[in-house]
């Protein structure tokens, strides 16, 4: 369920979003990136949590996957009606993950 | 609504769990440990996405800001209860942000 990656470092980008009161469109659309990102090179998992605020990061191998990726067609497109539509402001951090702990029941 | 946080580079502790069936209690520890940390030397920002997956990301100073919120007595006890009631699993991750960007409508 969250997403599994190997021992650091590698990468993060932490999108997290105001969400607009106008969703139409949004969930396919969501889905639809979550499968398209796991289709890049580089990518290594992501969690998503809904809600307002909207928290998404995905984690990738480097910093020059995570440019690809923000630059692919269908991405650009999905940015574009993001601004236009669902969201009424965001930011986007991109980081290097240097440690992480686990905890499993 | 969202974190303001300065200019990169700063550091994110990005928290992602699995939430447990049993919430008692929940909701009035991650208020108490929200306000506890934004006491913080070195404290930048959080925001926190409700649901399952739960996603909280804190923006920090430095590393050693986040050792000693790490550390504090009360921010223990919650990462006791933490393990024992609410989640089944999580994941923490200590990244250094290198880049933001933001979009405001």
């Given at each position: 369920m969250l997403a599994k990656t190997p021992k650091p470092p590698y990468y993060a980008v932490i999108f997290s979003a105001a969400q607009s009161a106008n969703l139409d469109g949004y969930d396919d659309m969501v889905a639809k990136m979550v499968e398209l990102a796991s289709q890049q090179n580089g990518f290594l998992g992501v969690d998503s949590a809904?809600?307002?605020?909207?928290?998404?990061v995905s984690y990738w191998k480097s910093e020059e996957d995570i440019l690809?990726?923000?630059?692919?067609?269908e991405h650009q497109e999905a940015q574009k009606q993001?601004?236009?539509?669902?969201?009424?402001a965001f930011e986007i951090r991109i980081a290097k993950v240097a440690r992480a702990y686990s905890f499993q029941k």
């Open positions: 809904q809600g307002n605020p909207e928290i998404t690809n990726w923000r630059s692919s067609i993001g601004k236009e539509s669902w969201y009424d």
